[in-house]
């Protein structure tokens, strides 16, 4: 299974085509299959992931299905005073999340490639190390976009109450 997926998603500009690039030339064949199967693998569930949260938020009704959110008991390094509107700061840092989230699959194997004049690149295919690299390489991505879609997903919940609450006053104020 990991060869068919290590396969299909290496091609020009891929994500695991660029992982299994990083590898000095002198790599053995088997183990730039074992590198692509591993990339493919891990790149695959971690897109899985990222759908699943997905389909939480938005089916799910995440965070609000099981009760009330409480915005600064979740966030506690949130300082709701410094940098102006909250919402419109949540949603530029999960638009930022986001985006490094998608960019680090491809920066990662590009630093590590510059990077290989300073550290012995070929250290990487020993299995601890590869399942190390194959893992930050894939997960550490994907949590910073299921990090962005969740605080756009908080920044959504504090618009809705405030365009309620706003609703409400203006009730009143007609009454």
């Not at 419109?88 to 999960?94: A, F, H, K, P, S």
């Amino acid at each position: 299974m990991g060869s068919r997926l290590g396969g299909a998603l290496d091609f020009a500009y891929s994500p695991v085509q660029l992982t299994v690039l990083m590898m000095p030339s002198d790599t053995a064949l088997e183990t730039l299959h074992t590198i692509r199967s591993a990339a493919g693998i891990a790149y695959v569930v971690s897109a899985a992931a990222i759908l699943c949260f997905a389909l939480a938020i938005r089916v799910g009704n995440w965070p609000v299905a099981h009760g009330a959110f409480n915005v600064w008991v979740n966030l506690p390094l949130f300082d709701p005073t410094t940098g102006g509107d909250v919402v419109t700061r949540l949603q530029r840092d999960g638009r930022i999340n986001i985006i490094i989230g998608i960019l680090l699959p491809f920066a990662i194997p590009a630093a590590i490639k510059l990077s290989s004049t300073i550290i012995e690149v070929g250290q990487l295919a020993t299995p601890q190390m590869l399942v190390w690299m194959i893992a930050a390489w894939a997960f550490v991505p994907a949590s910073m976009i299921m990090r962005g879609m969740a605080m756009l997903r908080v920044a959504d919940l504090i618009a809705q109450k405030r365009r309620a609450v706003y609703a409400h006053a203006q009730a009143l104020q007609t009454a």
